[in-house]
């Protein structure tokens, strides 16, 4: 079994930042992808970043210049820095990670974001 669990979200106002967490564990030894999608009411989950084990990061259109992806030491963490929030961020943020040995991809439960004033 592999779990993922997220922390970091909460309530901000726009302009703020959060920084989210995500720790990995269990029976994944490698993992070739990590990343945080979001999904906001009424909307399709989307991919916001993602980071691969050779560090190469990518964002969707709409964050980059606010949001970083990186992963931590242990390498089964990743992190996803976020500034300058807007209204438009909130979400349910959902961590994801593909093991580079089966290509299974695994969730996280989700931490949500909320930006308002």
């Known amino acids: 079994q592999v779990q993922l669990v997220e922390s970091g979200g909460g309530l901000v106002q726009p302009g703020g930042s959060l920084r989210l967490s995500c720790a990995a564990s269990?029976?994944?030894?490698?993992?070739?992808?990590m990343g945080w999608y979001r999904q906001a009411p009424g909307k399709q989950r989307e991919l916001v970043a993602a980071?691969?084990?050779?560090?190469?990061?990518n964002y969707t259109d709409s964050v980059k210049g606010r949001f970083t992806i990186s992963r931590g030491n242990a390498k089964n963490t990743v992190y996803l820095q976020m500034n300058s929030l807007k209204p438009e961020d909130t979400a349910v943020y959902y961590c994801?990670?593909?093991?580079?040995?089966?290509?299974?991809?695994?969730w996280g439960k989700g931490t949500l974001v909320t930006v308002s004033s």
């Open positions: 994801n990670v593909v093991s580079a040995i089966t290509s299974k991809d695994y």
């Open positions: 980071i691969t084990s050779f560090g190469s990061t």
């Open positions: 269990g029976r994944i030894f490698s993992m070739k992808v």
